[in-house]
């Protein structure tokens, strides 16, 4: 296989889709960079095996994705899949969230006996020292509060923390308590006879305004959020 192209791999109802991107543009595209997909893939063909050329059949193409086209099915993939990234990439994308995640440490925690940020070199150090491991296609921020955790036996560390009431609506409360407990801490739930779900959340000074703007993605502003006192 030629080295100007890798693969985007979707695994859906026990079958596998494959096809052959281009690498440089797939990543853009994954990391949120507005691409056409005519620029990101290779060959107008939907693989059950790239590497062997074997394609799908466009019947499970038709049952799984409602679609035969190649271009729409492709777009699905990207945004659903994995795409193989080169050693290269894989390097330059960790490095990258590494400063990231640093960036964030910085400015939303501090040390509790000097009540002053940790400078960004000591911070880099514990994570050394903790042998913290970066995702490169996970956010930020949730991996940093994961590592703030894994730093505490080795930094004094703390956060401020923000209280808030959320309501979710029925229809997307599964979906809204999914992120809500990636980005925060539960402290009291209660599930409505209707489906809605209403909660009492602690959120980490510097990821408050993430969590509701997803939130209010996800229920189209249907989300009602209210800060409480501790």
């Known amino acids: 296989m030629s ?3 890798t693969i985007a791999r979707l695994e859906k109802h026990g079958e596998t889709f494959e096809i052959l991107v281009d690498p440089d543009n797939a990543l853009k595209y994954k990391m949120g960079e507005k691409i056409p997909i005519s620029k990101i893939l290779v060959y107008e063909e939907v693989y059950k095996d790239a590497k062997k050329g074997i394609r ?22 990207l945004e659903e899949g994995t795409i193989q990234i080169t050693a290269e990439q894989r390097k330059r994308l960790i490095e990258d969230k590494k400063k990231q995640i640093i960036d964030f440490i910085a400015k939303n925690a501090i040390d509790p006996r000097t009540n002053l940020p940790h400078p960004p070199q000591r911070i880099e150090l514990a994570m050394e020292e903790a042998g913290v491991q970066i995702d490169p296609f996970k956010d930020a921020k949730e991996q940093a509060l994961k590592i703030i955790e894994k730093l505490r036996p ?75 006192e501790g």
């Open 154 to 228: 080795i930094l004094p560390i703390k956060t401020g923390i923000l209280r808030f009431k959320i309501r979710l609506p029925a229809d997307v409360a599964a979906r809204g308590y999914s992120v809500i407990k990636n980005m925060g801490k539960v402290t009291r739930e209660q599930w409505g006879g209707d489906g809605s779900w209403t909660g009492v959340v602690e959120v980490p000074t510097g990821l408050h305004i993430d969590l509701i703007d997803r939130l209010n993605k996800i229920t189209s502003g249907r989300v009602e959020v209210t800060q409480v």
């Open 3 to 5: 080295k100007s192209y």
């Open 56 to 77: 799908v059949k466009e019947e499970t193409l038709k049952k799984t994705f409602g679609t035969t086209d190649p271009m729409k099915i492709a777009e699905r993939i």
